[in-house]
Nanobody, 116 residues
Framework: QVQLVESGGGLVQPGGSLTLSCAASGSGFSFNAMGWYRQGSGKQREWVASITSSGLAHYSDSVKGRFAISRDNAKNMVYLQMNSLKPEDTAVYSC??????????WGQGTQVTVSS
């Protein structure tokens, strides 16, 4: 079973940038399409971005053009570069398998707060 640990969140002003990291332990990571998700306070978890094993990326309309997902299969890592952050991006961000695949056990996630 793959275990996921997210990091890199924090407090940032509107218009700022953050890079989130997701470390995956266990076998099979490099073969899986992975995704980033977020859950704002009182809201349902939503898909943000995903990346195939070969590096093809997809984004939700709300983050397209501002966020970039990437992965390093040799290091079992997935990243989310977030630019031009908005207050509505405030949420707990988590990584897991891409939509359509049975998710791994969810990690703790990392809090991102966008506020002046």
């Amino acid at each position: 079973q793959v275990q996921l640990v997210e990091s890199g969140g924090g407090l940032v002003q509107p218009g700022g940038s953050l890079t989130l990291s997701c470390a995956a332990s266990g076998s099979g990571f490099s073969f899986n399409a992975m995704g980033w998700y977020r859950q704002g306070s009182g809201k349902q978890r939503e898909w943000v971005a995903s990346i195939t094993s070969s590096g093809l990326a997809h984004y939700s309309d709300s983050v397209k053009g501002r966020f970039a997902i990437s992965r390093d299969n040799a290091k079992n890592m997935v990243y989310l570069q977030m630019n031009s952050l908005k207050p509505e991006d405030t949420a707990v961000y988590s990584c897991n398998r891409a939509p359509g695949f049975t998710p791994y056990v969810w990690g703790q996630g990392t809090q991102v707060t966008v506020s002046s």
